[in-house]
């Protein structure tokens, strides 16, 4: 596999005998998971044995470079097959729009089969799509599409490859995919909830073919310890180093914190390095979900919602509290911070492959009943209580014959507390840009 990463680096930097090569990018989701990075590796190694001949397959992390060490079990498994990350390909060193542009670009997505929104230019460009999470891809025929929830994507890509080229597989290929299987299946433990029998059947096949695999109990552990490891970690790595995001009428992130949610909230300045962290990212409302294990392995899971406007904040948490698809049976804890609502998970199975399409449902809904949106601060949705909370306790800008429309209309996402306070002093002082 070296050698072919190697022949992707060299035909991404435009050599002059290639000047119009079309690329076949695999591209994981923006989390970059192992199971993500791995699916993106191997299965574009399998194109490029078994593909069309008229276009080079290549894997591209959906990160930037930067971001790997961020990414300690990943690294890890790295170093164990001794694949340098100077290999890979990440997001930015890859212009992806650029070759789309140009009609160079196919796209192949792996655990994911949607888009983010700021990726929607692309969406012309995806011809294929394997995925375990829940199906939201409207049905194509030029883009086939092979969705199944089981525990792990690469047990998907494993199948496809033995079904097609067992050939293909080699130790260091089937070690990447039995990685992320016994890794994303929590060991196969069925008090998990992420093992399905597939995941099962398909990690025995490749112990059967490849012997030489490590233990499963073994791997594991190793994968495991590497991905708990948050030490040196600040606030904004802690959040990007597994972090999803949804789309719609809010923007919402949805990291995974590798830490008890009492252990994070004891952060020192944690609000504010949280609005930062919104402001810098264009984020409206953060959903945190912790994880954590007993000394008997067993999962616990918190949730945490972060917003400065007590209405998203609110409405978030009661749909939240109220979700039957899976039920997360959350039970309200104490926060010492006012913009932080807390919980403990009861139902911790429910990982965020499942808490991501209640966030989605719940964007869609209520921008369908006009319960968030443009009208946030100003359509009387909040009570004085929040009027009193909201943003320092400044009311909603009236409307007047000086102003065609709600300086506030486009809601929260776009500015910060202390944006509102700045802008509110200069149109106090007539110095607002009106």
Do not use: W
């Amino acid at each position: 596999m070296e050698e072919y990463l190697s022949s992707c680096r060299q035909a991404v930097k435009g050599t002059p005998d290639q000047p119009g090569t079309r690329f076949h990018v695999v591209l994981g989701n923006e989390a970059c998971d192992v199971d993500s990075m791995v699916c993106a590796l191997v299965y574009a190694y399998f194109l490029s044995k078994t593909g069309d001949p008229g276009s080079r397959p290549v894997p591209v992390l959906n990160i930037r470079r930067s971001e790997l060490s961020l990414r300690p079990d990943a690294v890890f498994l790295l170093q164990q097959l001794s694949l340098s990350p100077d290999l890979l390909l990440f997001r930015d060193q890859l212009d992806l729009r650029a070759l789309v542009h140009a009609g160079r670009l196919a796209l192949t997505l792996v655990d994911h089969n949607v888009l983010p929104s700021a990726d929607s230019d692309l969406e012309g460009a995806v011809v294929e799509v394997i995925d375990h999470h829940r199906l939201e891809r409207e049905p194509s025929p030029s883009c086939p599409v092979t969705v199944e929830t089981v525990g792990s994507c690469a047990t998907l890509i494993t199948e496809r490859i033995l079904q097609k080229a067992p050939e293909v597989l080699d130790l260091q290929s089937a070690h990447l995919l039995y990685a992320a299987v016994v890794l994303d299946c929590v060991n196969m433990a069925p008090s998990a909830g992420k093992v399905t029998p597939k995941d099962e059947e398909l990690a025995a096949a490749l112990e059967v073919r490849f012997p030489a695999l490590p233990r499963r109990a073994e791997l594991f552990d190793r994968l495991q310890h590497a991905k708990f490891n948050v030490s040196g970690l600040d606030t904004e790595q802690m959040l990007l180093k597994d972090m999803k995001s949804v789309s719609g009428v809010l923007n919402v992130a949805v990291p995974v914190l590798y830490v008890s949610l009492e252990a994070f909230l004891q952060r020192a300045a944690l609000e504010a390095e949280l609005s930062d962290f919104c402001l810098k990212f264009g984020f409206d409302l953060l959903l945190l979900m912790t994880i954590s294990f007993t000394e008997s392995s067993q999962p616990i899971r918190e949730l945490a919602v972060f917003s400065h406007s007590s209405t998203c904040r609110r409405q978030v948490s009661v749909y939240l509290e109220q979700a039957r698809d899976p039920a997360l049976n959350l039970c309200p804890i104490s926060s010492q911070h006012p913009h932080i609502t807390a919980y403990q998970q009861g139902n911790s199975v429910a990982s965020r492959k499942k808490l991501l399409p209640l966030v989605k449902d719940f964007l869609e809904q209520r921008d369908g009943d006009g319960l968030l949106g443009d009208g946030l601060l100003g359509d009387g949705l909040l009570g004085d209580e929040d009027e009193e909370e909201e943003e320092g306790g400044f009311p909603p800008t009236p409307m007047n014959s000086l102003v065609d429309g709600c300086p506030l209309d486009a809601g929260l996402p776009r500015i910060s507390a202390r944006d509102l306070e700045d802008k509110f002093s200069q149109m106090a002082g007539g110095g607002a840009d009106l």
